[in-house]
Nanobody
Framework: VQLVESGGGSVLAGGSLRLSCVAS????????MAWFRQAPGKEREGVASIYRLGGSTVYADSVKGRFTVSQDNTKNTLSLVMDNLKPEDTGTYYC???????????????????WGQGTQVTVS
């Protein structure tokens, strides 16, 4: 198992959650990691990505100013702090890793080789 997410749950609109993803094996050598989410009946969408060298971040417009992605390379952990949550943020959140950073196409799920099992976030 290379990516394991945790921290999902149910929260009222306006609330906050923190997701974590622990990487192991080949995943710890990835150049870029990202969070994706998928709501029922919808395509998987990129939420945020981080370049492991340097820590540069990029966000989907829908979460800018509300979500913060960060990493702790000493613990091989990726985090996503989600503030001011909205019902439309509901979905299964996935951690993903890529051996390459894809620039403007970071939000394309096909760019990532490794995926976690997902953690459910429900906002009501």
């Amino acid at each position: 198992v290379q990516l394991v997410e945790s921290g999902g749950g149910s929260v009222l609109a306006g609330g906050s959650l923190r997701l974590s993803c622990v990487a192991s094996g080949y995943a710890v050598r990835s150049d870029c990691m990202a969070w994706f989410r998928q709501a029922p009946g919808k395509e998987r969408e990129g939420v945020a990505s981080i370049y492991r060298l340097g820590g540069s971040t990029v966000y989907a417009d829908s979460v800018k100013g509300r979500f913060t992605v960060s990493q702790d390379n000493t613990k091989n952990t990726l985090s996503l702090v989600m503030d001011n949550l909205k019902p439309e943020d509901t979905g299964t959140y996935y951690c993903a890793a890529s051996g390459y950073c894809w620039g403007t196409t970071w939000a394309n799920p096909s760019r990532y080789e490794l995926w976690g099992q997902g953690t459910q976030v429900t906002v009501s």
